[in-house]
């Protein structure tokens, strides 16, 4: 079992930055994938970016450029750099990680960017 928890969210002008953080616990040794969804309200969920073991990294075209995934392993917590960023971010920001069998998911954190 693995638990995530997100944290960094908040508001914050177009322009402006945000670090989101995804701390894992439990099996953390099992996961291959983490990374983070977004689901904007009255809008399909969107893969916004994903950090894999192999190691590899990939981002929606929406964010790239602008977006940074990091991941730390001593402190078994994926970061979300996000710059420049626009109105049109504006989501709740899910944290996932997946292991061989199964996915698991943070509660969200809110991103809002204001106009």
């Known amino acids: 079992q693995v638990h995530l928890v997100e944290s960094g969210g908040g508001l914050v002008q177009a322009g402006g930055s945000l670090r989101l953080s995804c701390a894992a616990s439990g099996r953390i040794a099992t996961i291959n994938a983490m990374g983070w969804y977004r689901q904007a309200p009255g809008k399909q969920r969107e893969l916004v970016a994903v950090?894999?073991?192999?190691?590899?990294?990939n981002y929606a075209d929406s964010v790239k450029g602008r977006f940074t995934i990091s991941r730390d392993n001593a402190e078994n917590t994926v970061h979300l750099q996000m710059n420049s960023l626009k109105p049109e971010d504006t989501a709740v920001y899910y944290c996932f990680a997946n292991t061989a069998g199964s996915s698991y998911w943070g509660q969200g954190t809110q991103v809002t960017v204001s106009s």
């Open positions: 950090f894999t073991t192999l190691p590899s990294t």
